[in-house]
């Protein structure tokens, strides 16, 4: 009976070994696929976080340039534009994700604001304010300010003059 299962074992060994079957196991399976969800799951958020990131830049980036021709607008009709079409903007060129509004004249001064309104609950709003007052020689000196919100909302900075100087409230500035 010994010698029988020292056969047996000997049989059983040596079929195992001499298998020219190649593969994976079930084990080294798992072993990659638990490695890889565990790698998924860390990457995932930070990569959900840029994507936002991506979308407020674009927002930020047109209210820059809203500032901007608001700025050249204002030099050369003694005004600000009360539109963004006024401006030369065309809808198509607004990122999506936020919505638009211009205002001009706000409270009797020489203020424009722009606002980028946050469709997705996520992102963060963003508003710019050109407002001008007059340098030393009696010219305009144009001014411009950007501020950020919290997530889902707009900022509505509110252009204060003390003195000479104009000072905008209501603004976490960039």
């Not at 047996?8 to 196991?25: D, I, N, P, R, Y």
């Amino acid at each position: 009976m010994a010698n029988y299962l020292r056969r047996f074992h000997v049989k059983l060994c040596s079929s195992a070994k001499g298998s020219q079957e190649k593969g994976f196991t079930l084990v080294e399976l798992l072993v990659v696929i638990i490695t890889t969800s565990i790698l998924a799951a860390i990457a995932l958020p930070s990569f959900l976080n840029q994507a936002a990131r991506a979308k407020q830049a674009g927002a930020l980036k047109y209210i820059g340039a809203v500032n901007r021709g608001q700025q050249i607008f204002f030099l050369e009709n003694s005004r600000f534009a009360t539109s963004i079409n006024e401006l030369g903007f065309l809808a198509a060129q607004a990122p999506d994700d936020y919505s638009y509004t211009l205002t001009s004249g706000i409270g009797g001064l020489t203020v424009a604001s722009a606002q980028a309104i946050p469709t997705d609950p996520v992102l963060r709003g963003y508003a710019g304010v050109v407002f001008a007052t007059l340098d030393s020689g009696g010219g305009p000196k144009l001014a411009t300010v950007i501020c950020q919100g919290v997530a889902a909302t707009a900022p509505t900075p509110t252009p204060v003059m003390v003195g000479s100087e104009m000072q905008i409230t209501n603004c976490d500035y960039l």
